[in-house]
């Protein structure tokens, strides 16, 4: 993987990307105030246990950093939330993301798929992000929410603002930057929430057959959503229903450019796709860090970490710990079992998965169909996220 980390200049902070580490699984970052986590079976801990790792983290900021009145609100945040309210919440779409419902979604994703590349064929150019990873998804999300699709611009613009961020996450900051880092995620969030608001309002008056829809006439313990709940919970979908499959559709085509011996593999067996998108989540983890609280007093990992104290679970370098994967660096769709951590695990794992996976699927069955081979382009590099806490390409030019 450090061949591949200098390939594709990936940064430094993507630390997980840069050869196997040799530290301690549970370590304690002083500098920013919380407890990193970083091994497989210490991971399975933590995300099996919502009563002591709570997903209720805003608890621990300052609250002279935390906007009052209607300026922010973490109601129906649901990976805010810790059980019985997370459960409620998360039944209330958990239709929208059955076997049938998303099976049903194949043949507008390969017409996507096809429309999209189309387009970038008549241009003469592809470059993957901007032409198929980032587009399909937000078409399909947007479609299935109910907000027009065309506004797609707007929604990556907020994306970026909120994502493409190379900020360290830290409770030891100086205040006078933990706020410059707060005001800069606000802006786009109120204009985010301002948006879904407007749709929200606009369901009540002419209800519709979509998700939107579904969320603004739900009803938990006999009452309606209030508004900024069902607003939340459309950001979360809105969101994560796309950058997941961005980042994964992304790091996928990324994998088989660096291993091409795999690319003519699952070109002569299209059967194997599914087993090369599970081996770029272990690999690649899209979401590579999840940030949790403890309740209690606990030992991890041979030490205690304190109650009501910040716990970063380090999901890709929990995927690439040798002692649950042999040679983890090792890009191999042929590995079985795969149990790999791309999606979470236990009460909070990723709703949008099954969706994730049939995108990733049909998508690169496309390309693999219409681009040969999936090369990288050695005159215009690839581009990361800076994000440190997330693993994918913004720019992925092909030849």
Partial sequence: MADIAERYNIPRQHFWLHGPRSRRPVEYDADAGMWNVYGYPELQEILGDPATFSSDTMRLVPKDLIPGGDEFSMAGFITQIDPPEHGKLRKLVSHAFTRKVVADLE????????????????????ELVTDLAYPLPVIV????LGVPSGDRALFKQWADALFQRDTKISLAKPAEQQNVDLQAT??????MSAYLAGHAAERRRQ??????????????????????????FA????????????????????????????????????????????????LFTPFAALGRATTR?????????????????????????PRQFPDPEVFDPG???????????????????PLARLE?????????????????DPGDPVEFMPTPTMTGVRRLPLI
Avoid: Y
């Avoid at 603004?216 to 009452?223: C, H, I, S």
């Avoid at 007093?297 to 710990?321: C, F, K, Q, S």
């Avoid at 590995?335 to 998965?353: E, K, M, Q, T, V």
């Fill in 141 to 144: 999300i947007a479609e299935l």
């Fill in 207 to 232: 209800p519709r057959a979509d998700l939107l829809t579904k969320l603004v006439e739900a009803e938990v313990d006999g009452e309606r959503l209030p508004d900024d709940q069902v607003v939340n």
């Fill in 297 to 321: 007093d606990v030992e991890l990992g041979g030490v205690t970490i304190p109650a009501d104290h910040m716990v970063m679970a380090w999901l890709g370098a929990a995927n690439r710990d």
């Fill in 235 to 282: 950001i979360i979908l809105l969101l994560a229903g796309h950058i997941t499959t961005t980042m994964l559709l992304g790091n996928t085509v990324l994998c088989l450019d660096a291993f091409p011996e795999q690319q003519d593999k699952v070109r002569a067996d299209r059967a194997s796709i599914p087993a090369v998108i599970e081996e770029s989540l272990r």
């Fill in 335 to 353: 590995r079985d079992p795969n149990p790999h951590l791309g999606f979470g695990r236990g009460i909070h794992f990723c709703l949008g998965a």
């Fill in 107 to 126: 043949p507008r994703i390969a017409a996507l798929t096809h429309e999209l590349l189309d387009a970038a064929r008549d241009r003469g150019t592809l």
């Fill in 186 to 191: 606000l802006k786009p969030w109120k204009e």
């Fill in 360 to 376: 990733g699927r049909v998508a690169l069955n496309i390309l693999l169909d219409r681009v040969n081979p999936l090369r990288t």
